[in-house]
């Protein structure tokens, strides 16, 4: 496991990441930290962040979605948000989890005719827009969801 700490524009940001697949990940970390620091700032999250982020297969993704969500598929990404909130521990605010599946973001990309980088972003923001409490299970909140989402990638012309 790779921990980064990240000084952004107004956070610090500590970063646990751990690729378990046999893809190359450095550029992802980088870019990782740089949405997650832009994404705190519109947010308005002053303090520092700590989160996690594991690159995984399939096998390992269908396991969490059976065993946590009780669907027993394959997905691109789950996020599990810190039970206790945006509360701060030991100078940090812990967000949570965010496992991403690499080779169904391979997938997604050819799909979308986009780069495995832009998905993998896309996918790595998603997950963090759910830790801050965002969701899609009603049309109110999935428009403000993925408006934020469009924001947030757009934000960053190489992703686009």
Do not use: W
């Amino acid at each position: 496991m790779v921990k980064k700490i990240y000084k952004g524009s107004v956070n610090m940001i500590e970063l646990n990441f751990k690729n378990q697949t046999h893809y190359p990940s450095k550029e992802y970390k980088k870019d990782f930290l740089e949405i997650a620091d832009y994404t705190l700032h519109l947010f308005k999250i002053k303090k520092n962040v700590e989160l996690s982020v594991n690159i995984v297969t399939k096998n390992t993704i269908q396991e969490i979605n059976r065993t946590y969500r009780n669907i027993d598929r394959v997905t691109d990404v789950i996020s599990f948000e810190f039970d206790d909130g945006l509360n701060e521990y030991d100078g940090f605010i812990v967000l949570g989890d965010i496992f991403i599946c690499q080779s169904r973001a391979i997938t997604q990309a050819k799909q979308y005719q986009h780069s495995i980088r832009r998905e993998m972003c896309f996918l790595f923001t998603h997950g963090l827009l759910h830790l801050l409490k965002m969701d899609h299970l009603n049309k109110e909140d999935e428009e403000k969801m993925f408006a934020m989402q469009d924001k947030i990638m757009n934000h960053f012309k190489i992703l686009r």
